[in-house]
């Protein structure tokens, strides 16, 4: 946040409500409350407010999720404030598991670049195969690349059942 007022770090401090919203409070502080709402908001926010009064500016955040943790600090200049909000361990440790558990379910099978190479080339091979000895439906190239689609297939329906 960038502010019109220097900036000291015992004049701000910050709450979690139990209705979601956390606040963050800066004391004897003025600025724009348009210029504080920021352009691009984080998915976590569910809303964002700025209340101005005489003695203070108040930025409230609604969020999915508690803040358990925070930490603020002026940055390079007295009048930008950098906010560190840290949710609960177990909220990230459940974030971690359910990454996990997705990574997992996507990688069944062959890998999709891998298996698209495969195919590729098994097709290619056949054709190929196919249009150099038109007497013999089956020449060794075509022989290899049915192989080549047949194993891929396989192996593919094989290892995404694990």
């Given at each position: 946040?960038?502010?019109?007022t220097t900036l000291d770090e015992s004049r701000?401090?910050?709450?979690q409500a139990s209705s979601g919203w956390f606040y963050i409070t800066l004391y004897q502080t003025e600025g724009d409350t348009s210029e504080l709402v920021p352009k691009i908001i984080s998915d976590d926010i569910i809303n964002f407010q700025v209340?101005?009064?005489?003695e203070s500016l108040q930025i409230g955040l609604r969020l999915k999720n508690p803040i358990?943790?925070?930490?603020?600090?002026?940055g390079g200049n007295d009048r930008t404030l950098l906010a560190s909000l840290h949710y609960s361990t177990e909220y990230l440790t459940q974030l971690d598991s359910i990454k996990d558990n997705e990574?997992?379910?996507t990688e069944k099978g062959i890998r999709s670049g891998i298996r698209k190479w495969l195919y590729v080339?098994?097709?290619?091979l056949t054709f190929i195969g196919i249009q150099e000895d038109q007497e013999k439906l089956f020449s060794n190239l075509s022989v290899v690349g049915v192989g080549?689609?047949?194993f891929t297939f396989i192996i593919d329906q094989i290892s995404s059942y694990h």
């Open positions: 946040m960038s502010l019109d701000v401090s910050a709450w209340i101005k009064s005489a358990e943790n925070y930490e603020f600090s002026t990574r997992i379910k080339l098994g097709t290619g080549i689609l047949a």
